[in-house]
């Protein structure tokens, strides 16, 4: 009998490439979220996320402030200073003795014999604040300030890096674990009797790249709406346009480790050796994430890494928070990424390709290469 009749229907229609790309991502796609541990983790990631926004709105809008005793001939001084509630005393007697009751945590007194002219005390260590405060310092005129210090880019360096990082790994091992499962139960021999190895990646790698930017847009979502709650408007119109140049990024960076995954796990016949083969992967997965934080301040290693495919996603979007990149910037890196996407997944496809039906011991990337 011919393989494309059916026994009195006559011929089997064929399927076109987009339809079993399609049949495939729809598979995976059903899979994840029919799965209760992943809308339960997916829920609470956003929960996580819309309760850090809403916290840092509380803790802006009310800073935290140190109660302070001080004597009359200083507490018009200290009551100028931001961060003290200050409880005025009549004398250096009272001040230590609301200190010894702990309801201050230090207290500033006049004192004529003192070179500065006032004394703080304390029960076991000043407040380094109160003591930089009222420390006399040369008044400092930058030339060339940079932008880019402080602890906003070491957050926001943490916040894409992981973000980055753990949606990668979220959608991304799937890809690894299911080709990994089809080849030990032998259920790809089938489904390639009916659809090409390519058009079975390109499935896995669609489903789960709709998945991945799925919750990416729904924390964008989230994020948006809290800083909207908390009154930060000044924030979030300057985060907008780096988050959604991260969410571009993100989308061909995360396209380029999704083929590198189904690639490593179609290498191994077995669970317990994927190991072999998805460390190379999981290392440039998390490569962006450290070397963001040990190298965010270093204007010349983040131009760098804002360009390179595997860092862009995370490098780039700082970069255009603190104006350090020029309008075309991220466009060539986008370029850059998109070249490296197609690279990849040519190199990814003819290794999927080759090693899809070899059982047994792990392919050699080599072997695998040649096929």
Known sequence: MNPSTRSGTGPM???????????????????????????????????????????????????????????????????????????????????????????VDAAVVDDASSATGVVIIADKEAPQGLLMALSASPEVELLNPDSASGPLRYILGIGFGLVFMMSAMMFGMPVATSVVEEKQTRVVEILLSTIPARVLLAGKVLGNTILAMSQILLLVAVGTIGLIVTGQTAFLSGIGGPVLWFAVFFLFGFILLAAMFAAAGSMVSRQEDAGTTLTPVMYLTMIPYFLVIFFGDNPVVMTVLSYVPFSAPVGMPIRLFFNEAEWWEPLASLVIMFAACILVIMIGAKIYENSLLKMGARVKFREALKG
């Open 13 to 103: 229609p064929a399927i076109s490439t987009a339809q079993g790309t399609w049949l495939v991502a729809e598979r995976e796609l059903s899979t994840k979220l029919r799965s209760k541990a992943y809308l339960i983790s997916t829920a609470i990631l956003l929960l996580l996320a819309l309760a850090g926004v809403i916290w840092a709105g509380i803790a802006s809008a009310n800073p935290s402030s140190t109660p302070i005793a001080a004597t009359s001939a200083t507490a018009s001084a200290l009551m100028e200073i931001d961060g003290y509630e200050v409880t005025e005393v009549e004398d250096r007697d009272a001040a230590t003795a609301l200190v010894e009751s702990g309801d």
